[in-house]
């Protein structure tokens, strides 16, 4: 039987999950799907996570944002569905799709960014580099990013790797390292992307039901493609993006309907609310692989990459 065929519940066993995802490694069938939780890493809370930015794009218009409705008090789960309509309040607010992007990528980035030396030094973004970069003992293939800024891509960039941006589907694939996909869109800071910036994002409720409401839409496929045909890897993601919930529950319960398939792991902090959204993501064939301090995040990657290059797991 193949290992990724047996009952899903079996892989909330660490050392059984680890063995998949090593597995998959080593046969270059591993792709990582990346979220806010990896710029926020990278610059030490610099970057705003996910209802950071709705709030911070709100109070360009001086709208109401009430922090305890979008589930940012104590103890709280966040509210997705009152972020999505604070930020269509907000695209509503600017006079053309240029403000409104301009905005998002004004919000996005702190005046006094800089990428440097301090970034580099970031254990995060050198374990997941570690996994991309080539080598005999396997490496994943794609990257699914969906921030909208460009820091992994800078800082792959740095150390030589050529990681082809793709912010645009259908697109010819290029001679590269990796594949960084930007599905949710791309504004780039640094200049040399901007060729690769994208005019449309995606942020508010609209944009989501776009996605829901017109699953032929090349982005989602691309999506369902890598997640059907990849062992994936759920890094710095909440578990509450209703776009990849949507298209991993349509892999697992329309695509894999005939037998339990694990689509992927997530790599959660173990909390309580990443316990209570186990059972929805064991519902989509993603099983939660936890961890119990973001520090040991770093950790766990580099030990998937060590026993890779072991001869025998």
Known sequence: ?????????????????????????????????????????????????????????CEKFSIEFDRKKAGLGKKQLLNNAYLLSKAEEFHGKCASESEYIQHVKQSLYPSTLQYNKDILNTELLISIGSLIMNSVRGTANYVVNYNFDDIFEWYLNHFGFKAQIISTYPVLFEKSDIKVLHPHGFLPFLDKYNDFATEEIIFTKKDYEKIHNKTDLPWYSAQLNILSSNLCLFIGLSGDDTSISHACRTVYQDYYK???RVIGFNLTINNKESKVKEC???????????????AQLPDLLLEICRKASELDI
């Open 1 to 57: 039987m193949n290992y990724l065929q047996e009952d899903i519940n079996l892989y909330k066993n660490r050392d059984k999950a680890i063995k998949a995802i090593t597995n998959a490694l080593k046969k270059g069938s591993l792709s990582i799907f990346i979220g806010a939780g990896i710029g926020i890493a990278a610059t030490k809370n610099a970057f705003p996570c996910w209802s950071d930015l709705v709030e911070k794009c």
């Open 258 to 260: 005939g037998y339990q």
């Open 280 to 294: 929805e993501n064991i519902n989509r064939g993603i099983v939660n692989l936890y961890y119990e301090d973001h």
